[in-house]
């Protein structure tokens, strides 16, 4: 197993560009989510996914926007970034019966 | 929504000494409380967790202790390590929204 992966690991942005940051999972859990963290403020979920085709929003969810089409991706989408968007962004998946979340290795964006 | 509140910000030891972190979180529907230790530029990993239901919990060196009542919970870490060393996050499970405290820098002197 794979576990969680993250795609890009590293991405340079000008304000207003669009991206994707994409999530994997290979070990059928239910549950997915995004989080961002700067520093001395932990993590901050923002949206999740309890199965495909469900999404919510987390804490910091303004400026993002995520699918959940099959039980393996949950993508997160910036559609106009912006430089309060520079973070570390960590996907993390679990199953529902259970507690851990297992977390990806995590994106590092800077928008310029 | 919840608020999980920790404290210290910084913790400095010597090794062979124990660790105390401490978290408080706001919201009494909150049933689950993870530890995850986050090593430099590394991801989370989940160390130690807690059910609502559950008063203590041990493995090994580490335990976690729930105080339902007064919203509370508390990471110990007894004889430290210098592998020890590393940033610690509470975090409380609300309704699948997971809230994490602001995260403890542990040292562990040699």
């Known amino acids: 197993n794979a576990g969680v992966t993250q795609t890009p690991k590293f991405q340079v942005l000008k304000t207003g560009q669009s991206m994707t940051l994409q999530c994997a999972q290979d070990?059928?859990?239910?549950?997915m989510s995004w989080y961002r963290q700067d520093p001395g403020m932990g993590l901050r979920l923002i949206h999740y996914s309890v199965g495909a085709g469900i999404t919510d929003q987390g804490e910091v969810p303004n400026g993002y926007n995520v699918s959940r089409s099959t039980t393996e991706d949950f993508p997160l989408r910036l559609l106009s970034a912006a430089p309060s968007q520079t973070s570390v962004y960590f996907c993390a998946s679990r199953l529902q019966s259970t507690g851990e979340l297992f977390f990806g290795e995590g994106s590092r964006l800077t928008v310029l | 929504g919840e608020n999980v509140e920790q404290h210290p910000s910084t913790l400095s030891v010597q090794e062979g000494d124990s660790a105390v972190i401490k978290c408080t979180y706001s919201d009494s529907a909150s049933n689950y409380f993870p530890w995850y230790k986050q090593e430099l530029g590394k991801r989370p990993q989940l160390i130690i967790d807690?059910?609502?239901?559950?008063g203590e919990k041990k493995d090994q060196r580490i335990a976690v202790t729930l105080n339902k009542t007064a919203k509370h919970f508390s990471l110990h870490i007894t004889e430290t390590q210098p592998e020890d060393s590393a940033v610690y996050f509470c975090a409380a499970d609300n309704f699948n929204k997971f809230y994490f405290g602001s995260g403890t820098k542990l040292n562990v002197k040699p």
């Open positions: 807690i059910r609502s239901n559950v």
């Open positions: 070990m059928n859990h239910e549950y």
